[in-house]
């Protein structure tokens, strides 16, 4: 089967959504399946990771925050539309993830009103929802957050705008939890028949347990002593995540607690830690990694004895999987998993004192995490047979 793939993420840079459809495309070309990939790139970024079986074509990402529906993705619609028309670029499926493709979802919607016979609709296409939108609105006002402006009155509307459109004119939505398949079906009114889940995989190749002398001389590298209680927090910083929360209740732990933080952030985000870090005197337990390269990502996991993430709303954030593949359990907020996972906890609160209580009581009485089911039930390749499903029923209706 040929797939066009339209993804705004693809590696590199590592952050974000980026790791997920690269780890995905390599599953599913391991199936046989072929790829045109349509995606976001910055011009310095870096060569595109390559992947045998697939080809490019690339866009300048938003050159202003906020701006991707008004200008990447009028760029990536207009060369869609010459693309298609083109009869030597017909593809089997289309598989768009998140809102860059708005405006081909629009297309779809005025086709399916007046000319629902068209050649355009007769090529499935499959959505995939990382998150849904106006459910990080109702989060962030429910929980008073700061919101950027263009975020409020641009982004999150053309957002919410394009989720609705993609629920209306999907051949099928994949959602990567429970809790975002209902949201779209309760705000978005998405037929239940046509909506599926897939949670986040993981490589287990690459995330995997080390031994203690590695474990040891890595810990050395990051001026963390082997005695150390290590809680490491991975990702994009930004206040949705909660690593403000995080950092104080490190005040509420013993001094050889040591809070590991690995990713970039927004600007305004990291001066606001960078201040609680220096009011709170925790310099000294706290240490700060900036954008890792994936293939370098699992060490953090690898080095510490808890991975925390107290964040107000996620989708199912691959990171979890990942510390869980790595051996190190998780202390999560936000999300639900499907299936009960050993050595996944999830957090009871999101006040500081509660959340030290639940780290001392998790490390203090460690859980030795399921691999073996981790890897059964998560690894990409499982996750490209779960997606392989969904596009055989396609492919049967079509």
């Known amino acids: 089967m040929k797939i066009l793939r339209i993804i705004y993420d693809w590696p590199p840079p590592w952050q974000g959504l980026a790791p997920h459809p690269y780890e995905l495309t390599k599953a599913q070309v391991g199936l046989g399946h072929k790829f045109v990939i349509f995606c976001g790139h910055w011009p310095k970024a870096g060569q595109r990771e390559k992947v045998d079986s697939v080809e490019f074509n690339t866009f300048v990402r938003e050159p202003l925050p906020g701006t991707l529906t008004l200008t990447s993705s009028v760029f990536l619609f207009l060369y869609y539309l010459w693309w298609r028309f083109d009869k030597n670029h017909s593809v089997d499926l289309i598989h768009a993830h998140g809102h860059f493709a708005i405006w081909i979802y629009l297309y779809?919607?005025?086709?399916?009103?007046?000319?629902?016979?068209?050649?355009?609709?007769?090529?499935?296409?499959?959505?995939?929802f990382h998150n849904?939108?106006?459910?990080r609105e109702r989060a962030a006002e429910e929980k008073n957050m700061e919101v950027k402006s263009y975020s409020k009155w641009l982004s999150w509307p053309m957002e919410k705008f394009a989720n609705m459109l993609a629920a209306k004119t999907a051949s099928a939505c994949i959602f990567v939890s429970d809790e975002n398949k209902k949201n779209a079906v309760d705000l978005y009114k998405a037929d239940p028949n046509r909506c599926f889940v897939v949670e986040s995989g993981v490589n287990p190749e690459l995330f995997k347990p080390v031994g203690a002398e590695e474990k040891e001389k890595s810990r050395n590298e990051l001026s963390l002593d082997r005695l150390d209680r290590v809680i490491v927090n991975h990702g994009v910083m930004v206040e949705r995540k909660n690593i403000h929360i995080l950092i104080e209740a490190m005040k509420y732990l013993p001094n050889?607690?040591?809070?590991?933080?690995?990713?970039?952030?927004?600007?305004?985000y990291l001066e606001k830690l960078n201040k609680m870090i220096d009011d709170l005197q925790l310099k000294d337990r706290i240490i700060r990694a900036g954008y890792t390269p994936y293939p370098q990502t699992p060490i953090a996991f690898q080095v510490s004895d808890l991975f925390v993430l107290p964040s107000s709303w996620e989708g199912f954030p691959k990171v979890v999987i990942q510390s869980l593949s790595c051996g190190t359990p998780a202390l999560v907020s936000g999300?639900?998993?499907?299936?009960?996972?050993?050595g996944l906890f999830y957090l009871e609160s999101l006040e500081p004192e509660q959340i030290a209580n639940q780290i001392?009581?998790?490390v203090e009485n460690p859980v030795n995490?399921?691999?073996?089911?981790?890897?059964?039930?998560?690894?990409?390749k499982r996750k490209a047979l779960q997606v392989e499903e969904i596009y055989t029923k396609l492919v049967k209706l079509y």
């Open 108 to 128: 779809r919607f005025i086709l399916q009103k007046i000319f629902p016979h068209s050649r355009e609709l007769s090529t499935p296409l499959v959505v995939h």
């Open 132 to 135: 849904i939108a106006a459910e």
């Open 256 to 268: 050889i607690y040591k809070l590991l933080l690995v990713g970039p952030g927004e600007r305004d």
């Open 335 to 342: 999300f639900k998993a499907q299936e009960e996972i050993t």
């Open 360 to 362: 001392r009581q998790i």
């Open 369 to 380: 995490v399921n691999r073996f089911f981790i890897e059964s039930k998560y690894s990409w």
